[in-house]
């Protein structure tokens, strides 16, 4: 049925005249009514009759039932999924996807065929990235609807949104696509199946549920949408594959080694992964954290408003394992990492979050919450931290630390004579101490810029700041700093005080700097990598 009339005809011509050999059978396979109709063409006479002269034995081949189409549909899907984890097949929302329309775009073998072989050559090398629900619908829909694939490609920025204020324009956003779709296809409920943002129309889905898409390579996930359609990657994407070939690693040298190829977005992603991971590998996760936490230290935050801290995602893996423990198991975990990591930032707030329903550190944070520690238990872990950073004080790192500021203001809660005394200590080099301490932050609106605050707070507790504001200027005007020295904090000392810890941005301060004579340029630094 792939041949032209005059090629079905002379194909039969072949077969009969040169082809009659002894104790030779041919067996042709044919569609009666397609050749028939062909050689009824080319003969002016009946195809069927011309057959009947040629052909000595016609055996009809039924159609295939709906029961045997299917066994034989899922036999292929089966033997591409068997050796799938559970947990990476998601068998409801699968079911969501077959029942909504994915199933119809099969009407014959050839069409199972042609898809099971493109499935199969893509699988294969990209298994490690591909969430098998997204792949299988997605390739269905490019075998069968390319139209609808490119309004899928074109609105990427729409489907990988998750979270919005679920206002009118979200909505005419995912009504004009809609539109779109419905010109081309009638599947679009397959598409609220592997798109969330869809399903809910608009609305705002959690972060864990965010962590556990992106950790099961979803394509509603922006680092993942284009990998579905070029196979390319980032260079700071991490697979599923190396995740988990970090939980299970034995050798302290090789998992040394796999962390430090990371750069400060691929450990970002590291962390999500692992939290999406935990339900179902928390006793392995739980092992290797206090190695993760303490080479956190080495990178650096993103600036982004859609990825959160490495801090609220560790915390949140501890807090995860923490509710399938009991509450002495915990806390004896928790004690043991206070006494040996040396990451205290990363200490610092895992105390923070759980002393937040103690109203411990900050009033008003137990509002609605559960107290699990007692005050006596937070107080402990505390002095635990206060008294390892005493002794980092004494060191010279402790003026090369950028998380200073950070260990300050932590003392100044219940400890505020410490930071006198080793304020005291070294005098000498108050300047570098003050230099280095910058409140930073990240804003976002038409475009993209860094904070900065002078950590007023805790200075004015500690010294005189107007006594020392004329030398320091003095100090900035006559640019006598050595080359790499701190001076950020400086100039916010000695800038007006903004009501309500308002923030600056660089370019008010390098117009400050301009202003007055001061020779030095600040600068954004943005951490995509």
Same mark, same amino acid.
């Given at each position: 049925?792939?041949?032209?009339?005059?090629?079905?005809?002379?194909?039969?011509?072949?077969?009969?005249?040169?082809?009659?050999?002894?104790?030779?059978?041919?067996?042709?396979?044919?569609? @009666?009514?397609?050749?028939?109709?062909?050689?009824?063409?080319?003969?002016?006479?009946?195809?069927?009759?011309?057959?009947? @002269?040629?052909?000595?034995?016609?055996?009809?081949?039924?159609?295939?039932?709906?029961?045997?189409?299917?066994?034989?549909?899922?036999? @292929?899907?089966?033997?591409?999924?068997?050796?799938?984890?559970?947990?990476?097949?998601?068998?409801?929302?699968?079911?969501?996807?077959?029942r909504n329309g994915y199933y119809s775009y099969f009407n014959n073998l050839r069409d199972v065929n042609r898809y099971i072989n493109a499935v199969t050559f893509k699988y294969s090398s990209y298994k490690n990235v591909l969430n098998m629900v997204d792949f299988l619908t997605l390739e269905a829909i490019s075998l069968f609807e390319p139209k609808l694939l490119n309004v899928i490609?074109?609105?990427?920025?729409?489907?990988?949104?998750?979270?919005?204020?679920?206002?009118?324009?979200?909505?005419?956003?995912?009504?004009?696509?809609?539109?779109?779709?419905?010109?081309v296809s009638n599947k679009y409920e397959i598409l609220k199946y592997i798109f969330p943002y869809l399903n809910n129309n608009g609305a705002y889905y959690d972060?864990?549920?965010?962590?556990?898409?992106?950790?099961?390579?979803?394509?509603?996930?922006?680092?993942?949408?284009?990998?579905?359609f070029s196979g390319q990657l980032t260079k700071s994407?991490?697979?599923?594959?190396?995740?988990?070939?970090?939980?299970?690693?034995?050798?302290?040298?090789?998992?040394?080694?796999?962390?430090?190829?990371?750069?400060?977005?691929?450990?970002a992603l590291l962390l999500q992964y692992l939290y999406g991971f935990m339900k179902d590998n928390n006793d392995k996760i739980i092992k290797i954290m206090p190695k993760v936490i303490e080479y956190s230290k080495n990178y650096k935050e993103l600036t982004n408003f859609k990825v959160f801290s490495n801090s609220i995602y560790i915390y949140g893996i501890l807090e995860l394992w923490f509710k399938q423990q009991n509450k002495k198991v915990y806390y004896n975990w928790i004690e043991n990492l206070f006494k040996k990591s040396n990451n205290f930032y990363m200490l610092i707030q895992i105390l923070y979050d759980m002393a937040s329903a103690n109203d411990f550190y900050y009033k008003n944070q137990s509002l609605n919450k559960e107290k699990y520690f007692t005050d006596e238990e937070i107080l402990y872990l505390h002095n635990l931290i206060v008294n390892r950073l005493e002794k980092y004080f004494k060191t010279e790192s402790m003026l090369k630390d950028d998380k200073l500021v950070n260990y300050l203001r932590f003392l100044c809660f219940k400890n505020v004579d410490i930071v006198k005394k080793w304020i005291k200590n070294n005098n000498n080099k108050l300047y570098t101490i003050l230099g280095l301490c910058v409140y930073k932050g990240y804003g976002e609106s038409q475009r993209r810029f860094i904070t900065y605050r002078f950590p007023f707070d805790i200075f004015e507790q500690i010294i005189d700041l107007d006594k020392i504001k004329p030398e320091v200027m003095k100090y900035l005007k006559n640019n006598i700093w050595e080359e790499n020295s701190p001076v950020l904090g400086l100039l916010l000392l000695t800038m007006p005080k903004r009501p309500n810890d308002e923030y600056y941005e660089s370019f008010e301060i390098n117009k400050y700097c301009q202003e007055n004579g001061i020779t030095y340029n600040c600068e954004d630094e943005f951490i995509d990598e």
């Open positions: 049925d792939r041949l032209n009339n005059k090629e079905i005809k002379l194909l039969f011509q072949l077969i009969k005249a040169v082809c009659n050999f002894p104790n030779i059978t041919y067996v042709l396979a044919y569609d @009666k009514d397609i050749v028939a109709n062909a050689l009824s063409n080319e003969q002016m006479s009946d195809g069927s009759k011309y057959l009947e @002269k040629i052909i000595q034995l016609s055996i009809n081949v039924p159609d295939s039932n709906e029961e045997d189409f299917q066994s034989y549909f899922f036999s @292929k899907l089966n033997f591409l999924i068997k050796e799938l984890p559970q947990d990476e097949f998601d068998s409801n929302r699968w079911g969501y996807i077959f490609k074109e609105n990427k920025a729409l489907l990988c949104k998750s979270y919005s204020a679920n206002s009118a324009e979200d909505k005419s956003s995912i009504d004009n696509f809609y539109s779109q779709c419905k010109e972060n864990e549920h965010y962590t556990q898409y992106k950790s099961h390579g979803r394509i509603c996930v922006e680092e993942h949408f284009d990998f579905y994407y991490i697979s599923k594959e190396f995740v988990k070939s970090l939980i299970y690693e034995e050798s302290e040298q090789v998992f040394e080694e796999k962390i430090k190829s990371l750069n400060n977005k691929s450990f």
